[in-house]
């Protein structure tokens, strides 16, 4: 089966969410990366991960990935390359782009998937819902390409010692008026610390803190354990913190050796984010919330009480 | 300026929800709202007219169900008039089939000079159907925006990233998707409400648009699964007593992650 990966890259590198796509998809069949942008600089480690090809665009020129990337794609395809499955990660650029070919190609999208099975033409991808109590599968029906997203972590990123992938040009064609958005300028939002997805230790902050100034009391206790802050979807949309802090379905997923949840009740939104942290420790007022169903030690009290202490006994060891 | 903003009506996310065991798909039974990702746009939409100085904002939907309880909150936030392609045929539809939908219904209400919508969905968040429906329409789109300013022809507009924010310029007519948070939707006012009884909804059917294949025939896809995942073992659940901080510290001691 030949299999397409959307690749992404991050400071001249793949991005881990790419090179889980590709480890994965190697276990199903044939896979060629496909990037927007430049492939001569990764087609080493795309390679290493098991991509034989990378079809690469070449610099977008500020065009925005969603309507270029899909436009090449779809040339590809209709140019006699098709593949069977086209897996993309679930993030922003990986959404847009496999919106745009799903209209392209009238192909279905499946999306928020954690796994993915074969069988002679068929595929088949497990998604899971209602704050992950339930997994669903399904197949896909008709002709392909079937276009899936997964979500980050769900797969493990491992070289398979393959040499460096084949490098073919996928120029973008003419996108008309689809394709006039531009990025006029790139802004980084600076943080210390481990980052939120890659930290051992995070500890995440809702709405039970009362009010957005309680919130340094997350950041304080995160910096004590040397671990990332995060935070609800809730106290995104109220302001308190920007959503690069956000820990959830639409922020970050997360599976670090703790998570301390501090005033979070636990809407399956949040829970998806990081119910794969190996230790689950909740502090929550309501003995009722969904939290504790996943915690593996719970506090039921009153978090803005629990931190003081709890930050004070940690600062007194030393 | 005109904008139409998408919006769509959901079971109260307060009440748990559930698959029906015959469609395999979400029961969507009970009084719909108005989904909050949507009030968003809405807010946002009435405040671009405003700052355009003219214009009016009108709102799309799409339902397998007769119940307009949804719209008229957003019509009662300030919205003109709405329109919603309400079809039993409809039950089972994929995103694509949504976006096909909400387009035919955008082209029928004459376009507009923005189209907006949240970013997914708090139901069933595929978060696929603002880019599909640009990509039907022929119309540039920005996803994931955090701030849109319209200056003249053209739109300024902040996109969300993994890692910060981009500029993004893009000309008119565009579709974008805006991220929870972005603006402070207003509560309906007691007039408002009152208007909003008043005030046109236009009903059709998805044959009224001529899309076809919509519902399940049309959504490419067959649930061959469902399984109750494996639950995480219980842990100690314990009422702090003012000593609860403790037993915080000796389970990290126990991990020696300090």
């Known amino acids: 089966m030949n299999i397409w990966v959307f690749a992404q890259t991050a400071n001249g590198a793949p991005t881990t969410g790419t090179l889980e796509l590709i480890s994965k998809a190697r276990t199903l069949g ?74 392209k190609l009238d192909r279905t999208v499946l999306t928020n998937n954690v796994d993915v099975a074969a069988s002679g033409s068929s595929v088949s991808v497990t998604t899971p819902i209602f704050g992950g109590n339930t997994l669903v599968t399904t197949t896909f029906s008709g002709q392909g390409p079937f276009l899936a997203a997964f979500r980050p972590k769900s797969f493990a990123a491992e070289p398979n ?49 009362g009010e957005a100034g309680k919130y340094e009391m997350i950041e304080a206790l995160a910096k004590q354990l040397k671990g990332a802050p995060g935070a609800s979807r809730a106290i995104v949309d109220a302001g308190w913190v920007p959503y690069s802090y956000q820990v959830g379905q639409t922020g970050k997923v997360v599976k670090p050796t703790v998570y301390i949840a501090a005033g979070i009740s636990g809407a399956t939104q949040h829970m998806v984010g990081m119910k794969g942290a190996k230790n689950i420790i909740a502090i929550n007022k309501d003995k009722e919330a969904p939290i504790f169903g996943i915690a593996d030690l719970g506090i039921v009290g009153d978090v803005t009480k629990v931190l003081p202490a709890l930050l004070a006994a940690l600062q007194a060891r030393g | ?73 957003a019509l009662a936030m300030g919205a003109a008039k709405g329109t919603i392609v309400s079809d039993p045929a409809l039950k089972g539809s994929d995103a694509l089939t949504t976006a096909k939908v909400l387009a035919a219904a955008i082209q029928r209400m004459g376009g507009a000079d923005l189209i907006l919508a949240a970013t997914e969905s708090s139901d069933g968040y595929t978060g696929t159907v603002p880019e599909q429906m640009a990509e039907v329409l022929g119309l540039p789109s920005v996803t994931f925006a955090k701030k849109v300013v319209v200056d003249g022809g053209s739109l300024k507009v902040d996109r969300q990233t993994e890692s910060g924010y981009d500029e993004v310029t893009c000309p008119l007519p565009a579709v974008v998707s805006v991220t929870a948070g972005v603006v402070e939707p207003r509560y309906p006012s007691f007039k408002g409400i009152m208007a909003a009884k008043s005030k046109p909804i236009d009903v059709v059917s998805a044959s009224d648009l001529g899309v076809s294949p919509v519902g399940w025939a049309g959504s490419g896809q067959d649930i061959t699964s469902i ?32």
């Open chain 1, 30 to 103: 044939t896979v060629t990366a496909f990037i927007g942008g430049d492939g001569a600089a990764v087609a080493g480690s795309l390679g290493e991960h098991g991509a034989s090809k990378v079809y690469a665009t070449g610099d977008l020129a500020g065009a925005l990935p969603g309507v270029a990337v899909s436009a090449a794609m779809k040339a590809v395809i209709d140019g006699g390359d098709a593949p069977a499955l086209i897996m993309f990660p679930q993030n922003y650029e990986g959404r847009d782009v496999m919106s745009r070919l799903s209209v």
């Open chain 1, 161 to 209: 010692g393959g040499g460096a992938a084949e490098v073919v040009a996928a120029p973008v064609p003419e996108t008309g008026a689809t394709g006039t958005a531009r990025v006029v300028a790139v802004h980084v939002e600076e943080t210390s610390g481990p980052k939120l997805d890659e930290a051992a230790i995070v500890v995440s902050g809702g709405r039970g803190l």
């Open chain 2, 1 to 73: 300026m005109n904008v139409i903003v998408c919006v769509k009506q959901i079971p109260d996310p307060a009440a748990p929800g559930a698959l029906d065991p015959a469609t395999k798909t979400l029961k969507r039974d009970g009084k719909p709202i108005l989904d909050e990702s949507d009030s968003y746009g809405v807010e946002m939409a009435l405040q671009l007219v405003d700052a355009a100085g003219g214009g009016e904002v009108s709102i799309v939907s799409m339902s397998s169900a007769d119940e307009v309880t949804g719209l008229r909150t």
């Open chain 2, 227 to 258: 399984e109750q995942a494996e639950a995480r073992a219980a842990g100690t659940i314990i009422e702090d007593d003012g000593e609860g901080f403790a037993k915080i510290v000796a389970y990290l001691e126990n991990l020696k992650v300090i």
